[in-house]
């Protein structure tokens, strides 16, 4: 199997974003808060303006773009040094074979490098696979909890990975 890279878009990467990210929509409409249809009739200057917003990172093999994950900040339930991973999508033909891992690794260095202590990363409660793949990490379950942003009854739960040299 070919080697794994991730790298972070720069602005002028939006479309290239643009088309993972409704390719994510499409794929996974339940995972996420967006829907395709909305996304996909936003002008160039929206994602413009996304991409300077947070950093996007893809994961890429042999030239083909196989995942994508957003570090941004954490928001104000979270702690002020903290960061955020959210939008983590991987093609399900990529699933399983390190590429949530890699995107989640160069992550963690990125909100690192930008002095951040904590990163956070929202997952549905009853989404066990998620749960385990973060805690895999060591990110571990806080107390905090919000409804679903997509409806319903079911919530999100926030867990929480120490960076830098002391991870207590």
């Known amino acids: 199997m070919s080697e794994i890279t ?5 602005e002028d990467d939006w479309a290239t974003f643009r088309s993972l990210r409704l390719e994510a929509l499409k794929e996974a409409p339940d995972a996420f808060v967006a829907d395709h249809s909305d996304e996909s009739e936003k002008p160039e200057d929206f994602w413009r303006a996304r991409m300077r917003r947070s950093a996007r990172l893809v994961a890429e093999v042999d030239d083909q773009q196989v995942g994508v994950v957003s570090i941004g900040d ?3 339930q979270e702690e002020a040094t903290g960061g955020q991973l959210f939008g983590l999508w991987v093609r399900p033909e990529w699933r399983g074979h390190g590429a949530a891992a890699a995107l989640v690794r160069e992550g963690a260095r990125i909100a690192a490098g930008h002095g951040r202590t904590q990163l956070y990363y929202w997952v549905g409660s009853d989404n ?3 749960v385990a793949f973060a805690s895999s990490f060591g990110f571990r379950p806080t107390d905090d909890r919000r409804a679903m942003r997509t409806g319903g009854d079911e919530q999100e739960i ?6 830098g040299e002391d991870r207590a």
């Open 128 to 130: 066990g696979r998620a």
């Open 158 to 163: 926030a867990l929480v990975l120490a960076l």
């Open 6 to 10: 991730v790298r972070e878009l720069g």
């Open 74 to 76: 954490a928001n104000e």
